[in-house]
């Protein structure tokens, strides 16, 4: 791949910062105008906003704050809406990876509008604690609810707790010892004896 050459160059300069025209980076990326910092900085990664015209960026807006990157509005919000981050396709990132995501609102809405099968999902993963605290916390589904866990599972209540279903029913924990009961155990059947067992070795495993 040849290298990118501009001759048209050209740029207004202070000792503090410029503006550059036609830019060629050392990725050999473009920058129709690019906005620099460039003394006096005590920074590692450079302090700019640029606007790339060639390669897989084209067309993007690259902003660079080696310190903190700020936006304030919402001083006279339209209908309402005080700031719009809009995506036409593709993901939006939030990456944080020595720190915290923090999203402070009188109020808060999460929405997923898919096709309602493999599209319209909301994930949350964690792997130390997924911490829920309010007032009243309300969970409705319209077709399945459910709950598992690999060792426990507490429902503690100072109160009334009522359960309401069309059939209720209990199985007992299975014991899924091959020797002590090969035929399974309690209400459970062979097969349930044996996806415990199955799922006892996984959890060793």
């Given at each position: 791949?040849?290298?990118?050459?501009?001759?048209?160059?050209?740029?207004?300069?202070?000792?503090?910062?410029?503006?550059?025209?036609?830019?060629?980076?050392?990725?050999?990326?473009?920058?129709?105008?690019?906005?620099?910092?460039?003394?006096?900085?005590?920074?590692?990664?450079?302090?700019?906003?640029?606007?790339?015209?060639?390669?897989?960026?084209?067309?993007?807006?690259?902003?660079?704050a080696p310190a903190t990157y700020q936006v304030f509005c919402g001083e006279k919000p339209v209908d309402g809406v005080a700031g719009v981050f809009h995506a036409e396709n593709g993901d939006l990132i939030l990456n944080a990876p020595n720190g915290r995501i923090r999203i402070l609102a009188r109020d808060i809405d999460l929405y997923a509008s898919g096709n309602g099968t493999d599209?319209?999902?909301?994930?949350?993963?964690?792997?130390?604690?997924?911490d829920i605290n309010g007032a009243t916390v309300q969970t409705q589904a319209s077709d399945a609810i459910s709950l598992g866990s690999e060792r426990d599972l507490n429902l503690n209540v100072p109160g009334q707790y009522k359960i309401s279903c069309g059939n209720f029913k209990v199985v007992e924990g299975a014991d899924v010892s091959p020797v002590t009961s090969p035929l399974g155990s309690g209400s459970n059947t062979v097969n349930q004896t044996l996806d415990g067992l199955i799922k006892l070795i996984k959890s060793i495993a």
């Amino acid at each position: 791949m040849s290298e990118t050459n501009n001759y048209s160059f050209n740029k207004v300069a202070t000792t503090e910062g410029e503006v550059r025209f036609g830019d060629v980076m050392k990725n050999d990326t473009k920058m129709a105008v690019m906005i620099r910092r460039i003394f006096p900085s005590q920074f590692t990664h450079s302090q700019y906003i640029g606007m790339p015209m060639n390669g897989k960026l084209d067309g993007s807006i690259i902003n660079s704050a080696p310190a903190t990157y700020q936006v304030f509005c919402g001083e006279k919000p339209v209908d309402g809406v005080a700031g719009v981050f809009h995506a036409e396709n593709g993901d939006l990132i939030l990456n944080a990876p020595n720190g915290r995501i923090r999203i402070l609102a009188r109020d808060i809405d999460l929405y997923a509008s898919g096709n309602g099968t493999d599209t319209g999902w909301i994930n949350l993963n964690s792997n130390a604690t997924i911490d829920i605290n309010g007032a009243t916390v309300q969970t409705q589904a319209s077709d399945a609810i459910s709950l598992g866990s690999e060792r426990d599972l507490n429902l503690n209540v100072p109160g009334q707790y009522k359960i309401s279903c069309g059939n209720f029913k209990v199985v007992e924990g299975a014991d899924v010892s091959p020797v002590t009961s090969p035929l399974g155990s309690g209400s459970n059947t062979v097969n349930q004896t044996l996806d415990g067992l199955i799922k006892l070795i996984k959890s060793i495993a």
